[in-house]
């Protein structure tokens, strides 16, 4: 199913088909340090935890006091998984798919 989203432009197509030529998480940690700050990759990486933990059904005290998350935050991203493009959603299955395939 193709993207018809509000983000859609050429200049994202394109730094989605840069991340799309990563081959590995060493490729990706090389490329993301030069393309975000530190703080961008936290916060990515923060909010991917917090994804991930509201579909484990974790209480906001669970998830801030693990995470660091702001309420804010988790507000946010509980607002994605309710009603966004499914992105997390789609990540996360495909990442709870790898570790049982891992098993």
């Given amino acids: 199913m193709a993207y018809t989203g509000k983000l859609k432009d050429p200049l994202l ?11 590995d998480v060493d490729e990706c940690y090389q ?9 961008e990759l936290k916060a990515m990486a ?3 935890a ?16 693990q995470t660091g998350a702001s309420t804010a935050t988790i507000s946010r991203v509980k607002r994605c998984l309710n009603y ?17 395939a891992a098993q």
């Fill in 31 to 39: 490329f993301f340090e030069d393309i975000c700050t530190v703080a």
């Fill in 84 to 100: 966004g493009a499914d992105g997390y959603k789609l990540v996360l299955a495909r990442l709870a798919g790898k570790a049982k």
């Fill in 50 to 65: 917090v994804a991930k933990m509201l579909q484990e059904n974790r209480t906001y005290t669970e998830i801030a006091a």
């Fill in 13 to 23: 197509d394109e730094l989605f088909e840069a991340v799309l030529t990563l081959r």
């Fill in 46 to 48: 923060q909010r991917l």
